[in-house]
């Protein structure tokens, strides 16, 4: 049986919690051969727990492993492009969590590499995999609210600082390159990104409510954590033809009612929940005025559910059948450009054109 053998660099609370687990029931597809960690214990307990054959401190011994055909890249944002220009390099298709590099230009050197190498490079978000996410997209897409013509998004949250779950040192979302767009508001942009089309400009307002905080995290509690990037933005995006789109994103923020998502057209407007919520996916029709819970079809209910995981399975899928990525460098490079392009509006007085596509 064929399956793509993986590497995974980065043993912290990311990969315990989101990746190794789920990883591990699409075997399959994946096997996990390597795991590689600057902390040696880290590397020693996600190869015990999950049956990877070796663990590693450096990376450059795990990208010189023969076994390792893929890199899945879990580490800090700030390492990123570094790790993920290695891994390209020795000849290793590249899994890279979001975002895929602080810069845009460095995300250009990333996707030309992969480009230039025929290397499969697929990178996080993967939560539009998800079977609610991807029966939306279909919906908007055949028109179910009609033209859309706004849509709304909420990517807030109280930070990793203040999430007392939080295993590992949250002081890096608060470093330049990071902050609340990065890290929570990626997954709705995303999604506008994956139903609308990529957008022409962004028009942003972006500060900082608290340049410090006292971390609650358990990896790092009581730890003074200097705020280095805006912690709160609110951001529109203009895709073209009279179709617009609001999102928030922010730090400091303890609870918001309304859904993930809004999708607002002349037929009809179509909420989208997060995907653990029941339901994931509300219409109401043009002239009526109560929601109708949508049920997910067979075919798409029937599809995996792994949220963050669902990329490394993508990566694997389009190595055993040859198929284009859907999450591909080009499209999360886009994303990129549009939190860049929000703080960078804020600081300007003035939209953003933007100069990525799909």
């Known amino acids: 049986m ?3 053998r993986v590497g995974v660099v980065g043993c912290g ?30 590397a020693e307990e996600a190869k015990a727990k999950f049956g990877a054959r070796t663990a590693y401190t450096k990376l450059e011994e795990m990208l010189a492993d023969p076994d390792v055909e893929a890199v899945v890249n879990l580490t800090p944002v700030q390492f990123h492009t570094s790790i993920g220009l290695k891994a390209l390099r020795a000849g290793k298709h590249l899994y890279q969590e979001k975002p895929l590099a602080m810069t845009v230009e460095e995300a250009d050197i990333l996707v030309a590499e992969a480009e ?36 709304t ?74 705020v280095r990037v805006p912690d709160t933005n609110a951001l529109i995006l203009d895709f073209g033809s009279a179709t617009l ?45 109560e929601w109708q819970p949508v049920q997910l079809p067979a075919e798409f209910a029937s599809r995996p559910s792994f949220a963050w995981a669902l990329g490394v399975l ?15 460098g080009a499209r999360a490079r886009h994303v990129l450009e549009i939190m860049w392009a929000g703080p960078e509006s804020s600081k300007r007085g003035r939209p953003i054109e933007l100069r990525t596509a799909l």
């Open 13 to 42: 609370d990311v990969a315990f919690r989101c990746y190794l687990g789920p990883m591990a029931q699409f075997g399959d597809k994946v096997e996990l051969v390597a795991t590689c960690d600057t902390v040696a214990a880290r």
């Open 314 to 328: 993508h990566l694997a899928e389009c190595y055993l059948e040859a198929k284009k990525p859907l999450l591909s």
């Open 153 to 226: 998004a909420h990517g807030s949250a109280t930070g990793p600082a203040r999430w007392k779950e939080y295993t590992s040192d949250p002081s890096w979302f608060y470093q330049e390159g990071v902050g609340p767009l990065v890290d929570t508001g990626v997954y709705a942009i995303d999604y506008l990104v994956d139903v609308l089309g990529p957008a022409k400009r962004v028009v942003g307002m972006s500060d900082t409510a608290f340049p410090e905080l006292v971390s609650e995290a358990e990896g790092a509690k009581g730890k003074t954590i200097k």
């Open 2 to 4: 064929k399956r793509l």
């Open 116 to 151: 230039k190498r025929g290397l499969l490079f697929v990178c996080a978000p993967a939560t539009n995999l998800m079977p609610s996410r991807q029966y939306g997209r279909k919906l908007l897409r055949d028109g179910v609210v009609g033209k859309v013509v706004l849509a």
């Open 245 to 289: 789109a609001m999102l928030d994103s922010a730090f400091n923020v303890s609870a918001q009612k309304g859904p993930a998502l809004e999708f607002c057209g002349d037929r009809g407007t179509l909420v989208v929940h997060h995907w653990w919520e029941d339901p994931a996916l509300e219409l109401c029709p043009a002239g009526g005025y």
